[in-house]
């Protein structure tokens, strides 16, 4: 499957590649190693954060002490990477968390950093969060699974002007919002993407996201495995259209 995924992805032409995290199972060095030779037939420039399985698990030495020491000696050192051109900003950040298996975390340090940073490029460019664990979910998950501090991360959000959210984790193609948040005069897409390599697709198949920015448009398109073909085809486009009403407050809605 690695090599029609990488080809599907050479195929979209993206001027950016979002990896939200998992690139293994149980953070074993053969795994990154192999991440690391996939990465390496993926177009650039890549995004890439952390997700829970990135930290060891059941080594208590590298799991407190070191616990991205293998992410950050094959994927890449820079935590908080960003990317910029004229028209989007995307930083990235780490939402592990040592002293949870699963769950994960966002701090007030991390948000502000964030929002130092977006406010220094200050060019107008659609702003973009990548973070492994989620900001909104599919109908029936409790909110157990947000990323922890999401509400006092998406208050200071709200106030440096967030448009998106690129998540992983829960394997599960989604494209919410934040009205969860129910922050007057503040709405953001969330985007979730599906797995696209692990056999751990919760019914859903491998997928990944193409995201066609061209404001006032966003086009979400999924591009899901299709095992008869071996190839992963667009399977669902979703288009959302940005709006500001009179009182300042801009949303994407629905356009299709
Ligand atoms: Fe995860």
Redesign the pocket.
């Known amino acids: 499957m690695l090599g029609p995924l990488a080809s599907a992805v050479w195929e979209v032409t993206p001027d950016l590649v979002a990896i939200s995290?998992?690139l293994t199972q149980r953070a074993r060095v053969s795994e990154f190693r192999e991440a690391r030779v996939f990465l390496d037939l993926l177009p650039g420039p890549q995004v890439i954060v952390p997700?829970?399985?990135d930290v060891p698990l059941y080594n208590p030495f590298f799991r407190f002490l070191l616990p991205l020491s293998r992410f950050a000696r094959y994927i890449s050192s820079d935590l908080s990477p960003l990317y910029a051109d004229d028209e989007i900003a995307v930083l990235g950040a780490d939402t592990t968390r040592s002293l949870v298996a699963?769950g994960?975390r966002i701090n007030i340090r991390q948000v502000g950093d964030i929002c130092r940073r977006f406010s220094l490029l200050n060019k107008g460019q659609l702003k973009i969060v990548v973070t492994?664990?989620p900001f909104d979910l599919p109908e029936g998950f409790s909110n157990i699974n947000l990323v922890g501090r999401s509400r006092m991360a998406m208050k200071e959000f709200a106030r440096c002007g967030v448009d998106l959210f690129l998540s992983?984790?829960?394997h599960l193609a989604r494209t919410g919002n934040t009205a969860r948040y129910r922050i007057p005069g503040f709405s953001a897409l969330v985007i979730a993407a599906g797995t696209v390599i692990s056999t751990r697709g919760r019914g859903e198949m491998n997928s990944f996201n193409l995201i066609r920015i061209a404001r006032p448009e966003i086009t979400v398109k999924t591009y899901t495995w299709e095992p008869a073909q071996r190839k992963f085809l667009q399977s669902r486009e979703q288009l959302f259209r940005e709006t500001e009403d009179g009182g300042g407050t801009r949303s994407f809605s629905i356009a299709s």
Do not use: A, I, T, V
Request: proline share 0%.
């Open positions: 995290g998992d997700g829970n399985h699963k994960g492994h664990h992983g984790h829960l």
